[in-house]
């Protein structure tokens, strides 16, 4: 599914990542944790194709294709998501607006057809019950006013409809209460399959109780110092981040 | 070298612009409209002011960012010829913007009333509909032409230009509390190259009611002059609705002069999608406590564009409510310029005046000059103005293409949201829609080079 092979990223004239390597099959659910500062961000932003995050070295492979060949909007279409971690506000577009825009948008990359109103209201309203998310919610404007609870169910409800091969999770978790946390991760799920592979972001080991990993990778100072089973999360809880060369923060 | 000599020369220049509409006046003023009335009188009076003040130009406040003059100059300004033969409207989704709505229309060619393409037929009794020659021996045309506000002496002084060579235009008068039974549509067409000066006098009386749309469009490099004389009675209302779409050599300037009465609603918005140069004047003046002034706008520019938009809403009395807000979009290397001002003489207690403005640049090549004013002199007020100019937000591109939306539909998608704050206020729900399908089509087809 995706193939990392010794990925070096600058962001500002500045090498953030230092050589990784990250290799996630079909059905897998890897996690990356680290401190703050060691690349996290970067490696979802670098994957996602943002501005300003330039490969400087490696290569990534998605589903047989260079992904870095890909601008942002065909990484979207060909499969990958990333649920931000501090999704933008965008005033006037509605949240329902943009849902149909952007799976039809996908839908037409891909050479299918696209969903009318009815069809697309009907598929909306399934995927974002069990998310909690209310017709209220979907007729505001994306993202505008939410709380933090509210965005971070927006951007699973994204997920569900858009159904992408690969999802990047970026701290999730952060700003959720323990409700909120638990109706995320329900969601996130809810959407594991064979053919699907999710690759969660982390600093903390709280949002692993709820998301279980097949795979824990350690990630600092830029590179992948440490890989696992989902025990090594509750080990890292113990002994933090410093035996891996960071402070613990 | 002295620093008056190049401006000496560029007034001598300048001056021959406004010699050229003298000149058309004095061969003319036997035959313009009303030779006969009052109305002989009223443009020599004018003609001589115009001719004093000469054009306006940069060096005035009120037109440092439009110089109409230099405009004028360059595209020449010969008197457009009478156009009798079969015309038809540009076969764009701007001319046709309002088609589908069921309407009264009356079509000016050239700034003359053309009978075989209107179509104005049974009309509510008590609804005066006529083209502007018939009703100038009348009492209410003298009154509305004779009217000023001196708000912005600076900006209403080209008023006499149009009151001097007026040749046509739209002249409703609707009786007490009648309701115009459909929307009145005029549609200005310039098929020729040259100018033309138009007069609309538009006068409701006590609780009367009318929406009223216009759309200014054209492929000639012609010069549109436009005065709107409107006067509200008490209680009356009055929804008015204005596109533009010119040729890019064209020069389009428009004046709307309001009177409101006490409890009258004026909810009026331009659409400027504009031409060479453009300049679009509000001035409202209450004159009766408790009513309201909606006035809104937003423009989409590209390429060479120029767009003027000038407001000036006069609180001369207490308890009125003024609300304004304008948003643009600017591509290419135009120039966008709103400039307003809300005034609140001494008395005028209890106003709520609103004046906003923002703008959006698609390019590093755009520019807008904003500059709302609030001049106070009450103290009992609810008033605030304000400014913005930003461009598209890089964060909220990427977000929405991380969705799979690609960028050319992205920036679309935040572009129309962006206009859709003001397009909301459009006072009539199927123009309302019309109007957004055309900002969507200006982003999508019109545009220039992002």
């Known amino acids: 599914m995706l193939e990392i092979e010794n990925l070096h990223v600058k962001v500002d004239g500045k090498e953030i990542l230092k050589g990784i390597d990250l290799h996630i099959r079909a059905g897998e659910f890897h996690a990356i944790m680290g401190p703050n500062g060691s690349g996290k961000s970067t490696l979802s932003y670098a994957l996602a194709g943002r501005e300003g995050y330039e490969i400087t070295e490696g290569a990534v492979r998605f589903r047989g294709q260079d992904l870095t060949a890909m601008n942002v909007d065909e990484r979207a279409a060909a499969g990958l998501f990333l649920a931000f971690q501090y999704p933008i506000e965008i005033p006037g577009v509605t949240t329902m607006t943009f849902l149909k825009t952007a799976l039809n948008a996908q839908r037409k990359a891909r050479g299918e057809d696209e969903l009318d109103a009815v069809r697309f209201l009907k598929l909306v309203r399934e995927k974002a019950k069990p998310l909690n998310v209310s017709d209220d919610m979907l007729r505001r404007a994306l993202n505008v006013g939410f709380s933090g609870g509210e965005k971070k169910r927006a951007e699973v409800l994204q997920m569900a409809l858009l159904e992408p091969a690969l999802a990047v999770l970026d701290e999730t978790d952060s700003g959720l209460d323990i409700d909120a946390l638990k109706t995320v991760a329900a969601g996130v799920n809810a959407l594991r399959s064979p053919e699907r592979a999710m690759l969660v972001i982390t600093h903390y080991q709280r949002l692993l109780d709820y998301i279980v990993p097949d795979m824990v990778h350690v990630l600092s100072g830029g590179r992948i110092v440490k890989t696992g089973g989902k025990d090594l999360a509750h080990e890292l809880e113990k002994t933090g981040y410093a035996a891996y060369g960071a402070d613990a923060a | ?450």
Request: net charge negative; proline share 4%; with cysteine.
């Open chain 2, 1 to 450: 070298m002295p620093p008056t000599a190049p401006m000496r020369h560029e007034e001598e220049m300048n001056d021959r612009a406004a010699q050229i509409f003298i000149d058309t006046y004095e061969r003319e003023r036997s035959t313009l409209p009303g030779a006969d009335t009052w109305l002989a009188r009223q443009r020599e009076a004018a003609r001589a002011s115009f001719a004093e003040a000469g054009l306006p130009h940069r060096r005035l406040e009120e037109w440092k960012y439009t110089d109409l003059r230099q405009a004028l100059e360059k595209a020449g300004v010969a008197a457009s010829p009478v156009h009798g033969g079969a015309v038809v409207l540009p076969d764009t989704a701007v001319a046709s913007a309002f088609a589908s709505i069921d309407r009264h229309v009356l079509v000016f060619v050239n700034g003359r009333h053309r009978a075989d393409m209107s179509r104005a037929v049974r009309l509510p009794k008590g609804v005066v509909l006529h083209p502007l020659v018939e009703v100038l021996p009348e009492q209410w045309a003298k009154d509305l032409i004779e009217r000023r506000l001196d708000a912005a002496r600076q900006s209403e002084d080209i008023v006499d230009l149009n009151t001097a060579l007026m040749q046509d235009g739209v002249a409703l008068r609707i009786r007490k509390g009648v309701r115009l039974d459909k929307p009145l549509h005029l549609v200005f067409l310039s098929a020729d190259d040259g100018a033309s000066h138009t007069r609309n006098l538009i006068r409701l009386d006590e609780g009367a009611e009318a929406t009223i749309f216009e759309s200014h469009v054209g492929t000639a490099a012609a010069f549109a002059d436009i005065v709107t004389d409107i006067s509200l009675g008490a209680a009356a209302g009055l929804s008015h609705v204005k596109l533009q779409d010119e040729a890019p050599g064209a020069i389009h300037m428009a004046t709307l002069r309001a009177h409101l009465s006490e409890r009258s609603r004026l909810s009026n918005f331009t659409f400027t999608l504009g031409c060479g140069v453009s300049r679009t004047q509000n001035f409202i003046r209450f004159e009766g406590e408790g009513a309201q002034a909606h006035v809104n706008g937003a423009y989409a520019l590209k390429s060479q564009q120029h767009a003027d938009h000038f407001c000036v809403i006069d609180h001369a009395v207490p308890g009125c409510t003024s609300h304004t807000l304008f948003k643009g979009v600017l591509d290419g290397a135009s120039e966008g310029v709103f400039q307003g001002k809300v005034i609140v003489r001494p008395g005028a207690q209890k106003t709520d005046g609103r004046q906003m403005t923002h703008a959006l640049l698609l390019s590093r090549d755009a520019a807008m000059n904003a500059k709302p004013e609030l001049e106070i002199y009450a103290d009992d007020v609810q008033c605030a103005h304000g400014s913005t100019v930003g461009e598209l937000s890089r964060d909220a591109i990427f977000y929405l293409r991380a969705r799979g939306i690609p960028e050319t539909r992205a920036r679309q998608l935040l572009v129309s949201a962006f206009l859709d704050e003001a397009l909301d206020l459009v006072p009539h729900e199927e123009a309302r829609e019309a109007l957004k399908i055309l900002a969507v089509d200006w982003f999508s087809g019109g545009r220039g080079a992002i």
